[in-house]
């Protein structure tokens, strides 16, 4: 869902990232999940050929050594060479779903200022001091986890990892740059009224989630960042962000036990958060499942149309079948939804599925558009096709050209040292084990048809999903009708 993270790393992330460079450090850190994940909800599409040649090379990780600093930060280091480039992620579990009551964003909001000043350099100086030695910096918040990426050349590495350790330790807020902040994102909010494909995905996030904490929008709403004050800033960064609940990751051209040096004096003193990671509870049941929310916005001549019901969280058992089900279902330019609904029928440029899987749950969601008058053939077909999956699984040559498409994709998971700590994060982070990029492939071609069906039957909507249809109100709501139960509100709820 692009309003929350971008796919992505949420993860559709939201961030503050500079350059190319510095975009790409974020963009691993979903890899597990982008595979399956939707292209952005637009007038074109430009997703792969599902025929991705196979790598038959093993893939493994370096070897990891692992370190603690006196204040309690956990460190991973990895030796990979030959290029003299060294990254570091420093992840912390201060994700969105620790937003506050009535401050959601916030989690968002802090991440951003924290290159904006600390107390040894202004925030001038912290850009200056990272792009002279060619370095990249790049910070992001997902609804589990905050993280700050940075890439260098080697022989600059201990002193860049000092930056770092100066934006988590020693963050200076100064008012100026939190009121600047501020207006930006209220006018990024009111630019976003705009784009009908980002209001339609934040309407789904709330029909999915509700109250949950992850209910909201990573960056939060008009409504509550427009209250954002720097006490709200620094109490968040003092009671959430701490060694306890932080993890660094390096990997490249640099000696573990030189990480392990270099981590003690950069992030020696640290203090504050929580002892212990936050517990998010799962969700016992979509809010919105069965009902049909109507987004009105009355100037559109097409419909923006959302469907979503329950996923599973991050390392469930069924992600290796409920993927390759997926990649078949709707996850690529050759999937059943897209020969179906676009190229059988020409009912819109893009369509697909994914499962948006986190670390409390998750949600299997399809995303397209169409023009008002084919709103309800749209949701039709795709329910039809999704339904005829549910009831007799794949045939076995989909499920074979799935396989082999996403394992060929996967080693792209361990071509880079960005990539390589991202993997290392989120396999940590989310209990997958140490072996998981060297068997991923392995467990992915053991899946079987009986598996797939198993996972089509729970996943591919046995319940009513929640339908959130964004476009005029008075032309498509009569043709929703016998869906279920409708709801209709302003576009500008969603501001």
Same mark, same amino acid.
């Given at each position: 869902m692009a309003s929350r993270k971008s796919p992505s790393l949420k993860s559709s992330v939201k961030s503050s990232l500079k350059s190319t460079a510095a975009r790409a450090v974020k963009a691993p850190a979903r890899a597990l999940e982008r595979a399956t994940r939707k292209p952005p909800a637009s007038g074109r599409t430009a997703t792969p050929s599902r025929k991705a040649a196979p790598s038959s090379s093993a893939l493994k990780l370096p070897e990891l050594h692992e370190s603690t600093t006196s204040s309690g930060l956990k460190v991973i280091a990895a030796e990979r060479g030959p290029l003299p480039l060294v990254s570091m992620r420093l992840v912390l579990r201060a994700g969105s779903a620790t937003d506050p009551e009535g401050k959601h964003g916030l989690a968002d909001f802090t991440a951003r200022l924290l290159r904006r000043g600390t107390r040894r350099l202004s925030a001038q100086q912290v850009d200056e001091t990272v792009e002279f030695v060619g370095a990249s910096l790049g910070v992001g918040v997902s609804e589990d986890v905050m993280s700050i990426s940075l890439t260098t050349p080697a022989e600059h590495f201990a002193q860049m990892l000092g930056v770092l350790g100066q934006l988590v330790r020693e963050p200076t807020f100064p008012q100026a740059e939190v009121d600047d902040a501020r207006e930006r994102a209220l006018a990024q909010f009111a630019n976003d009224l705009d784009d009908p494909s980002v209001i339609a995905d934040r309407a789904l996030v709330r029909a999915l989630w509700g109250d949950h904490p992850y209910g909201h929008?990573?960056?939060?709403?008009?409504?509550?960042?427009?209250?954002?004050?720097?006490?709200?800033?620094? @109490?968040? =960064?003092?009671?959430?962000?701490?060694?306890?609940? #932080?993890?660094?990751?390096?990997?490249? &051209?640099?000696?573990?036990?030189?990480?392990?040096? /270099? +981590?003690?004096?950069?992030? /020696?003193?640290?203090?504050?958060? *929580?002892?212990?990671?936050?517990?998010?509870?799962?969700?016992?049941?979509?809010?919105?499942?069965?009902?049909?929310?109507?987004?009105?916005? *009355?100037?559109?001549?097409?419909?923006?149309?959302?469907?979503?019901?329950?996923?599973?969280?991050?390392? =469930?058992?069924?992600?290796?079948? /409920?993927?390759a089900m997926n990649i078949a279902l709707g996850g690529g330019f050759t999937s059943r939804l897209m020969n179906e609904i676009r190229v059988n029928r020409g009912l819109t440029y893009g369509v697909s599925a994914w499962f948006d899987a986190m670390n409390a749950g998750g949600a299997y969601v399809l995303s397209t558009f169409t023009k008002t008058a084919s709103t309800r053939e749209i949701i039709d077909v795709a329910? &039809?096709?999704?339904?005829?999956?549910?009831?007799?699984?794949?045939?076995?040559?989909?499920? +074979?050209?799935?396989?082999?498409?996403?394992?060929?994709?996967? *080693?792209? @998971?361990?071509?880079?040292?960005?990539?390589?700590?991202?993997?290392? #994060?989120?396999?940590?982070?989310?209990?997958?084990?140490?072996?998981?990029?060297?068997?991923?492939?392995?467990?992915?071609?053991?899946?079987?048809?009986?598996?797939?069906? +198993?996972?089509?039957?729970?996943?591919?909507? &046995?319940?009513?999903?929640?339908?959130?249809?964004?476009?005029? +109100?008075? /032309?498509? %709501? %009569?043709?929703? %009708?016998?869906?279920?139960?409708?709801?209709?509100?302003?576009?500008?709820?969603?501001?």
């Open positions: 929008d990573v960056g939060g709403s008009t409504r509550t960042v427009r209250t954002f004050t720097r006490d709200d800033v620094v @109490r968040f =960064h003092q009671e959430r962000m701490g060694p306890k609940v #932080a993890m660094l990751v390096v990997v490249g &051209a640099v000696k573990p036990e030189r990480v392990a040096a /270099a +981590a003690e004096e950069a992030f /020696a003193g640290w203090e504050g958060g *929580p002892d212990a990671p936050p517990v998010v509870p799962p969700l016992k049941k979509i809010p919105g499942a069965g009902r049909v929310l109507v987004v009105d916005k *009355p100037d559109q001549t097409q419909s923006q149309v959302r469907l979503g019901g329950p996923g599973f969280r991050m390392g =469930h058992e069924d992600y290796f079948p /409920a993927t329910m &039809a096709e999704i339904g005829g999956v549910r009831e007799k699984g794949l045939k076995p040559r989909e499920l +074979a050209d799935a396989q082999t498409y996403l394992a060929g994709l996967y *080693p792209l @998971r361990t071509e880079t040292n960005e990539s390589i700590a991202g993997s290392i #994060a989120d396999t940590r982070l989310h209990g997958l084990g140490d072996d998981w990029v060297e068997k991923f492939r392995d467990r992915l071609r053991a899946v079987t048809p009986k598996q797939v069906a +198993a996972a089509a039957k729970k996943y591919c909507y &046995a319940e009513p999903p929640a339908v959130v249809v964004l476009g005029r +109100a008075e /032309a498509v %709501k %009569k043709l929703l %009708k016998g869906l279920g139960p409708i709801t209709v509100v302003p576009a500008s709820e969603y501001e």
